[in-house]
């Protein structure tokens, strides 16, 4: 019965760990890192949208840019091209640096530029809306009371 145990055991850990590695596996990750040595009126121009951003300060005339993009559920070909095509932008010099990422879709929508075109071509009719103008020549409005006069507010 001890021999049972351990081998079921065993069993439910190894399959745990491939589940982790299989799941693990699913992730594409690309890391980002650039240094830059700046002056005391350098600026940091940052255009980004769809990021979490973390800043630290440290008494140093350098600036570390340091960034990673995940895509979960993505082919190692998606991964790359979408990596490819929108990655982090890190340009600067001792002056000014810009941080900015590119496309502000998912990556899973980047092959539909190509159909969009299509939905310039849809035509919907609109039906004409009944002349209104008769119903509000009838319609009365009665005059309102005159508000009673406020109390001024106390001090």
């Given at each position: 019965?001890?021999n049972y145990h351990q081998i079921r055991h065993k069993?439910?850990?190894?399959?745990?760990?491939?589940?982790?590695?299989?799941?693990?596996?699913?992730?594409?990750?690309?890391?980002?890192?650039?240094?830059?040595?700046?002056?005391?009126?350098?600026?940091?121009?940052?255009?980004?949208?769809?990021?979490?951003?973390?800043?630290?300060?440290?008494?140093?005339?350098?600036?570390?840019?340091?960034?990673?993009?995940?895509?979960?559920?993505?082919?190692?070909?998606?991964?790359?091209?979408?990596?490819?095509?929108?990655?982090?932008?890190?340009?600067?010099?001792?002056?000014?640096?810009?941080?900015?990422?590119?496309?502000?879709?998912?990556?899973?929508?980047?092959?539909?530029?190509?159909?969009?075109?299509?939905?310039?071509?849809?035509?919907?009719?609109?039906?004409e809306i009944p002349d209104l103008e008769p119903f509000?020549?009838?319609?009365?409005?009665?005059?309102?009371?005159?508000?009673?006069?406020?109390?001024?507010?106390p001090p």
């Amino acid at each position: 019965m001890n021999n049972y145990h351990q081998i079921r055991h065993k069993s439910l850990v190894l399959a745990c760990f491939l589940l982790a590695i299989g799941v693990y596996g699913q992730t594409q990750r690309k890391e980002y890192k650039e240094t830059f040595k700046v002056g005391d009126n350098s600026v940091l121009a940052i255009n980004t949208s769809h990021a979490d951003i973390e800043f630290d300060t440290w008494k140093r005339n350098e600036v570390v840019i340091e960034a990673s993009i995940e895509l979960e559920g993505a082919t190692e070909e998606e991964a790359a091209a979408y990596f490819e095509e929108n990655g982090i932008k890190i340009l600067g010099n001792s002056e000014r640096i810009e941080v900015a990422t590119s496309g502000s879709k998912s990556w899973q929508f980047r092959t539909m530029n190509g159909h969009l075109a299509d939905l310039e071509n849809i035509v919907i009719d609109i039906p004409e809306i009944p002349d209104l103008e008769p119903f509000f020549m009838e319609l009365e409005i009665p005059e309102l009371p005159e508000l009673a006069e406020m109390p001024p507010i106390p001090p």
